[in-house]
């Protein structure tokens, strides 16, 4: 089992940055591959960005490349979201989610989840 818990979120401006924080406890949390989804209001969960287990691999949405960026340390058994030049699109409910190995941007594939994190962008 791997419990996360995600934190960070907020009500800020458009243009504004939020950094996104989950904690993972639990088995090896080196060995999952992390990755952020997301759900607004009314619609399905979509995926944000994944990272490899090692960190050395990213990918991200196209609604979110070159805004966002995904990062982890092993050492702390945390995950990271930053969030700059936000829009009132990106608001959400944030969710932190691992699987074994390898990334995917099916949220099916996602065994762990956290409870969500409230991400308000006003414009």
């Known amino acids: 089992q791997v419990q996360l818990a995600e934190s960070g979120g907020g009500l800020v401006q458009a243009g504004g940055s939020l950094r996104l924080s989950c904690a993972a406890s639990?088995?090896?949390?080196?060995?999952?591959?992390m990755a952020w989804f997301r759900q607004a209001p009314g619609k399905e969960r979509e995926f944000v960005a994944a990272?490899?287990?090692?960190?050395?691999?990213?990918y991200y949405s196209d609604s979110v490349k070159g805004r966002f960026t995904i990062s982890r340390d092993n050492a702390k058994n945390m995950v990271y979201l930053q969030m700059n030049s936000l829009k009132p699109e990106d608001t959400a409910v944030y969710y932190c989610?691992?699987?074994?190995?390898?990334?995917?941007?099916?949220?099916?594939?996602?065994?762990?989840w956290g409870q969500g994190t409230q991400v308000t962008v006003s414009s």
């Open positions: 989610a691992a699987r074994q190995v390898f990334y995917s941007d099916d949220a099916s594939l996602y065994n762990y």
């Open positions: 990272i490899s287990r090692s960190g050395g691999t990213t």
């Open positions: 639990g088995r090896t949390f080196s060995n999952y591959a």
